[in-house]
Antibody, heavy 115, light 107 residues
Framework: EVKLVESGGGLVQPGRSLKLSCAASGFSFNDYWMGWVRQAPGKGLEWIGEINQDSSTINYTPSLKDKFTISRDNAQNTLYLQMSKLGSEDTAIYYC????????WGQGVMVTVSS | DIQMTQSPPVLSASVGDRVTLSCKASQNINKNLDWYQQKHGEAPKLLIYYTNNLQTGIPSRFSGSGSGTDYTLTISSLQPEDVATYYCYQYNSGPNTFGAGTKLELK
């Protein structure tokens, strides 16, 4: 069974950093692109970016390229999202997903940016 | 960036109705479009990939069509469990983008 489990969310102060993890199981992690999508409270889905199998290609939405870094550890079957200079606009549920047409999603992890 | 415009924003329909949701891209996306269903409090779920391919396990009442800039998700006979928000998503050219969603309600 394919499972994606995000962790690392919580309350963070403006301007600080936070690193999310996404633990994958039930499939050959190093065979797939992986991605991150977020959803602000009451809003729609926003594509953050994606990473290919060997981390040689990483794509971001332009507005987040200087703040967020996507990485992966194939040995640990884990995807990461490093977020810096966080602002209130980054308050959202963050989802990781397998990029085979986003066929599997995690349950999401909430990040709240507030003082 | 490619803008994805979904219409209508909210749709009210009755059980058994045929429902059509629209998604229009700001430029040709060469059928590189998926549809996702998100129920309240849940993660999105893939319904249709590459315009018209039904994801495994999705009921056959869902179908997709389109080309160029205009795409459609059709539910042939609306069921109560179809109440959700539906998003289209293009991956033809970066940055990939989602539409704003259509919220489907029961009348």
């Amino acid at each position: 069974e394919v499972k994606l489990v995000e962790s690392g969310g919580g309350l963070v102060q403006p301007g600080r950093s936070l690193k999310l993890s996404c633990a994958a199981s039930g499939f050959s992690f190093n065979d797939y692109w992986m991605g991150w999508v977020r959803q602000a409270p009451g809003k729609g889905l926003e594509w953050i970016g994606e990473i290919n199998q060997d981390s040689s290609t990483i794509n971001y939405t332009p507005s987040l390229k200087d703040k967020f870094t996507i990485s992966r550890d194939n040995a640990q079957n884990t995807l990461y999202l490093q977020m810096s200079k966080l602002g209130s606009e980054d308050t959202a549920i963050y989802y990781c997903a397998r990029v085979d047409y986003f066929d599997y999603w995690g349950q999401g992890v909430m990040v709240t940016v507030s003082s | 960036d490619i803008q994805m415009t979904q219409s209508p924003p909210v749709l009210s329909a009755s059980v058994g109705d045929r429902v059509t949701l629209s998604c229009k891209a700001s430029q040709n996306i060469n059928k590189n479009l998926d549809w996702y269903q998100q129920k309240h409090g849940e993660a999105p779920k893939l319904l249709i990939y590459y315009t018209n391919n039904l994801q495994t396990g999705i009921p056959s009442r869902f179908s997709g069509s389109g080309s160029g800039t205009d795409y459609t998700l059709t539910i042939s006979s609306l069921q109560p469990e179809d109440v959700a928000t539906y998003y289209c998503y293009q991956y033809n050219s970066g940055p990939n983008t989602f539409g704003a969603g259509t919220k489907l309600e029961l009348k």
